[in-house]
């Protein structure tokens, strides 16, 4: 499933529009397009409903939000939505502010969200919980974090990824925990913002969004794995995990794929 998923994204070179964060969009250009896709990153409202139309995927990141943001994001939803193709959600920093948590909802109840993604107390605040997010960064709490991820799925009709030490992906039913990745890959600013990316771009080629998600980010973790194996620290890392993604392949993604289904 994986390979099959990854190598169609290598030959469709999927467009895939983001509005995001102001502070990694450069990173998920190039994740983007290091995976094969084509990243564009179109803000403005006046051409986000436009861009949207010739994208096969919209990545919407709330990391640096604004009030005129959401609203083009809202547009550029509209637009995705009738086009069929798939809209992912990064709920960032949601538990944060009370501001966060109104424009998140505002999305998801203005726009069909194929993808809702975050951390677990990010996705926890989406189910209702009472947690609070540092910042951007999870907040340790106690939960059964796979009935948040379906309570949140069959809420929004949509699939759920938790990303943390192991990624939690469901659509309601099935459940896929993946284990790949690194802890280096918590080192460097961006690469939850750049998952979300990921996502979007394998998402862009398969319609099984679950699947696609979890694809996603084995491929995404295994890059991070080998990248740590020859790095000395936060900087080096990030320059080889590019060069992992680029080079990875059938043997090192059937070799190292670590997916358990629940």
Same mark, same amino acid.
């Given at each position: 499933?994986?390979?099959?998923?990854?190598? !169609?994204?290598?030959?469709?070179?999927?467009?895939?529009?983001?509005?995001?964060?102001?502070?990694?969009?450069?990173? /998920?250009?190039?994740?983007?397009?290091?995976?094969?896709?084509?990243?564009?990153?179109?803000?403005?409202?006046?051409?986000?409903?436009?861009?949207?139309?010739?994208? %096969?995927?919209?990545?919407?990141?709330?990391?640096?939000?604004?009030?005129?943001?959401?609203? %083009?994001?809202?547009?550029?939803?509209?637009?995705?939505?009738?086009? +069929?193709?798939?809209?992912?959600?990064?709920?960032?920093?949601?538990?944060?502010?009370?501001?966060?948590?109104?424009?998140?909802?505002?999305?998801?109840?203005?726009?069909?969200?194929?993808? *809702?993604?975050?951390?677990?107390?990010?996705?926890?605040?989406?189910?209702?919980?009472? *947690?609070?997010?540092?910042?951007?960064?999870?907040?340790?709490?106690?939960?059964?974090?796979?009935?948040?991820?379906?309570?949140?799925?069959?809420?929004?009709?949509?699939?759920?990824?938790?990303?943390?030490?192991?990624?939690?992906?469901?659509?309601?039913? !099935?459940?896929?925990? /993946?284990?790949?990745?690194?802890?280096?890959?918590?080192?460097?600013?961006?690469?939850?913002?750049?998952?979300?990316?990921?996502?979007?771009?394998?998402?862009?080629?398969?319609?099984?969004?679950?699947?696609?998600?979890? +694809?996603?980010?084995?491929?995404?973790?295994?890059?991070?794995?080998?990248?740590?194996?020859? +790095?000395?620290?936060?900087? %080096?890392?990030?320059?080889?995990?590019?060069?992992?993604?680029?080079?990875?392949? !059938?043997?090192?993604?059937?070799?190292? /794929?670590?997916?358990?289904?629940?």
């Amino acid at each position: 499933m994986v390979y099959e998923i990854f190598e !169609k994204v290598k030959r469709e070179k999927p467009l895939i529009h983001h509005i995001t964060n102001w502070v990694t969009i450069y990173d /998920c250009a190039n994740i983007t397009r290091a995976f094969g896709a084509l990243p564009v990153m179109a803000h403005a409202r006046e051409e986000s409903a436009d861009m949207a139309k010739i994208a %096969s995927a919209l990545v919407l990141n709330i990391g640096t939000l604004t009030p005129s943001l959401i609203d %083009s994001m809202i547009v550029a939803g509209k637009s995705a939505n009738e086009k +069929s193709i798939p809209v992912v959600l990064d709920v960032v920093g949601v538990g944060a502010t009370s501001l966060r948590d109104k424009k998140a909802f505002e999305l998801l109840e203005n726009i069909r969200v194929d993808i *809702v993604k975050g951390n677990a107390s990010e996705i926890a605040r989406i189910a209702g919980e009472d *947690v609070i997010t540092k910042g951007v960064e999870a907040v340790p709490f106690e939960a059964d974090l796979i009935g948040i991820a379906k309570e949140v799925a069959g809420e929004w009709e949509a699939t759920v990824v938790i990303t943390g030490r192991e990624d939690i992906i469901t659509k309601g039913s !099935k459940v896929y925990i /993946c284990k790949n990745g690194h802890e280096m890959m918590g080192s460097i600013v961006g690469t939850g913002c750049m998952a979300a990316s990921v996502i979007g771009v394998f998402s862009a080629v398969e319609r099984d969004y679950a699947k696609a998600a979890v +694809s996603a980010l084995v491929c995404f973790g295994i890059a991070g794995e080998r990248a740590a194996e020859c +790095s000395r620290g936060p900087g %080096s890392f990030k320059t080889q995990f590019y060069d992992e993604v680029y080079n990875l392949n !059938k043997e090192k993604i059937e070799r190292l /794929c670590k997916i358990e289904e629940r």
